[in-house]
């Protein structure tokens, strides 16, 4: 009975190993590489081988979504004056060299009247730098030190058609602290010009204003564009 009993168990792990062989002990693969058959081989000529399909290359390409966009200025006109003959050339001259496209407009006697604020030269240009920081200080900030070597640094604080206006500012500046601040009239007589600009940019203000210390009396202010 006990010799049967392990005869059994002897048939059966036989039988597990025999129908579970490929778990227990999977195949290993092939090491031998198939044979190359130089019989088969051809050497194709160059038409075969245009005739050949061709192998679709990827191009890497940036979408269009993802292109660093052009940035478009706003554009808007101004007026900068007024200009005695012998200025105009000179800023006609700033003018082109930042192309800017412009007219000269002659203003009359009467058209020609400005009110000038300003305070009259420092005697050096240190000077001038502290009193700037000091209308700084005061919450001044529209004003400019004029590099024009006949009222180089004077302070500019703006220039009006409306003597009233210039008279307010006046007032301001004197009660802010600001002291020998003078009104005067500027650009009296015949012969006077503006320059209208068209097609300014933000940039292209700056670089005007940039050069403005060199025309001591003039302002540039926004205005209606011209019609065409």
Sequence with gaps: MRVLAWGLLVVNV???VYFNIDVIAPPQPSAIKP?????KMKVLTPAEVETMPKRQEVVSATP?????????EATACYEW???EPAKLNDVVTVVN???IKHQVVQQSSQEAVRYWVYKPPLPSDAAAQEKAEELKTLGIEDFFVVQEPKWRNAISFGVFRDEQLATNLVND???RGVREVVKSVRNQGNGHSTLVLQGVTHTLLGQLKKNQPDFPGTAIKEAACPST
């Excluded at 044979?35 to 019989?39: C, K, L, S």
């Excluded at 269009?64 to 478009?72: D, F, G, I, Y």
């Design 14 to 16: 036989l039988a597990f």
């Design 35 to 39: 044979d190359i058959q130089p019989e």
């Design 64 to 72: 269009a979504s993802t292109a660093a966009p052009v940035a478009n």
């Design 81 to 83: 004056g007024i200009f």
């Design 97 to 99: 060299a930042l192309s």
């Design 173 to 175: 500046l004197r009660h």
